[in-house]
């Protein structure tokens, strides 16, 4: 019984996507703003004329969230992959 339940939770704990990273770069097809993701926790939003403002995000299962110094700013893992944002869906390029 004890190999069942360490069986069942490494399994569980195996498909929690909560913490961890993304890496990768996405642009928002709304906006064009493109967003690159470093594992570590911090992602870089390069704007109009190529200015660069760099924030931190948190992953909860299918949101990821941006720590912005405006508040909070919320984007949802989609089926394929991307994600849904405030700026319109965000394509993952690399």
């Known amino acids: 019984m004890r190999t069942l339940y360490t069986l069942g939770l490494a399994f569980l704990l195996a498909g929690c996507d909560s913490g961890r990273g993304i890496e990768g770069t ?3 097809d709304q906006s064009g703003f493109e967003f690159i993701f470093d594992g ?23 949101e990821i969230k941006l720590v912005t110094p405006e508040g909070r700013v919320v984007l949802t893992r989609l089926e394929n992959g991307n994600f849904d944002s ?7 390029q690399r």
């Open 86 to 92: 405030p700026w319109g869906e965000m394509v993952r």
């Open 26 to 28: 996405y642009v928002a």
């Open 40 to 62: 570590d926790g911090t992602v870089r939003m390069i704007g109009f004329f190529d200015q660069a403002v760099e924030f931190d995000y948190e992953v909860a299962d299918n």
